[in-house]
């Protein structure tokens, strides 16, 4: 019988070790088991995408489960339930789920291919009521609840999705917070621990990072969770500096790269710099742009993961900073750094190295070019008599040595010359307002008029009182120009007079060359018909239904762009 104990004991402990493995919460946030089941029935679970991972803009705000390069898998929902919100979009999640759960939190289904039966029905006649593809609608508790284990939906790759996945999130339902779902006792089998691949020195100074801050590259090799410094053991540094890490996480049962949950630094011990992807709030996803060495990812597309935090970074993921991470060497002496880079599931990996405090080892961070400063933590403005720049607080992450010159206008379509607003390699956490005194000439034509970047990519932007007015998203080089050019419309399947009995759909590709898309609408007999579209394959189709029966119809179609030029097709069909 002691034996038995012993050997159930074991294999307790063996299967805690293995499935439960309790991840380090660094805030004071508590994680409860919430007791949500699955919600696809793929063996095993396998992750494509990690909570945290850094992609273009934005942390990813959930986790991605294989569904085996398929759409059509079943997905349940995880616990009981209710239907809060119902939302259709041309990209981002495209087709998505939101369910709120007694326990406080809401779990978000993202990319999906359709609804079930009922949801699709009440979707679709949302979407006729309003006369409109893209919806976002709250339906009340009552409404459509839902019970665990019930198929609420069907995975897909609708919206900006890059191959057929599952986007799968847990939100606090009060603060709309994302949380990792991993911490929330969803369990992914996973025993691969991170991989280290480089690491940076960034020579300070007590200045604020920039484009000009001297960095030193590091080669790392190892494996398992060991790693060091290639044919380095000591580094030789002085002053101010900044330490730098790139890292990714692989899954068990995924071939992709996914991003690692924790990274720790420590100096002779002592932790000087913690990220832990726990929890962050939508408002502040951009700011990945400061957490990563953004210079660099605009040159190379290479993350970089700093470990010093900006001034302006709003992100609740840092812990146990000293200096915000910025750390001087200037005693003589040698100190151990270690890095411990941590996944979702615990697993680790450690990467140390020895720093001689050598006072000959200094690298000047350059003296900026003349320019105006520009204060994180305050509104800033630049403005001559042909442009205005208005940068809201919160917009900078770090104080701006702004520079800004202008050069000829462009040969083609230019309403003035070209503005250049410092460079495209300062992140920006919000748009800025951006004012460019328009060509007297524009004025036959203000009603087109929008700002463009120098890769002619449009910027948004009306006329007033002689001015064209935007918010670009980034710095950059900007100018005037209209779009008089509506958009484009191509058939795919249909032509005036065909018979389209038999066939379910009819599919266009609708594209615009400036301002972009603004609506579309699709008549048939005169009566609005739905529309679905997809912008990442720029195809718009319908699905012939009861409203259309046998005969001879007329079929309508309008698209808009944003500067209201307008593009019609117009036939007769059969059915
Ligand atoms: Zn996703």
Sequence with gaps: MRNYLTYVLLLL????????IAQQIYSNNIYPLTGFGLPLAIEPPALAGSFGELRANHFHSGID???NQRIGYPVYAPADGFISRLRVQNSGFGLALYISHPNGYTTVYGHLARFNPKISQIVKDIQ???TSYEIDEFPAGDLIPVRKGEVIAY??????????HLHFEIRDSKTEATINPQLLGMSIADDIPPVIHAMYVYRLNGKPFNEFTPKQYFQVIGSMGSYKLNQVSTINLSGEVGFGIVVNDRHNGASGNNGVYAIELAVDGNTVYTSALERFSFDHSKAIN????????MRTKQYIQKSFVDPGNPLQIYFNLVNNGRVTFND?????V????????GNKSLLAFNVFANPKAIINTPELPAGINFAYHKINEFSTEEVKVILPKGTLYNDLNFLYQKTAKPLQNAYSEIHHIHNSLTPLHTGFELWIKADSSIVKQSNKALIVNTNRSSQGGYFENGWVKAKPRNFGSFFVTI??????IIPLNIANGKNMAGISKMSFKISDALSGIKSFNGYINGKWILMEFDTKTANLWHVFDERTATGKHTFELLVVDMKDNVKRYAIEFYR
Aim: charged share 20%; glycine share 10%.
């Design 13 to 20: 402990s063996v299967f805690v070790s293995n499935h439960l």
């Design 65 to 67: 489960f294989r569904t």
């Design 128 to 130: 006729y009521k309003k």
């Design 155 to 164: 995975s897909g790759n609708t919206g900006s999705s890059g191959g057929p």
């Design 290 to 297: 400061t957490h990563i060495d953004y210079p660099t990812y």
């Design 332 to 336: 003589g002496k040698t100190h151990t």
């Design 338 to 345: 270690k890095y411990t880079i941590s996944d979702a599931r």
């Design 483 to 488: 779009d008089t050019v509506p958009p484009n």
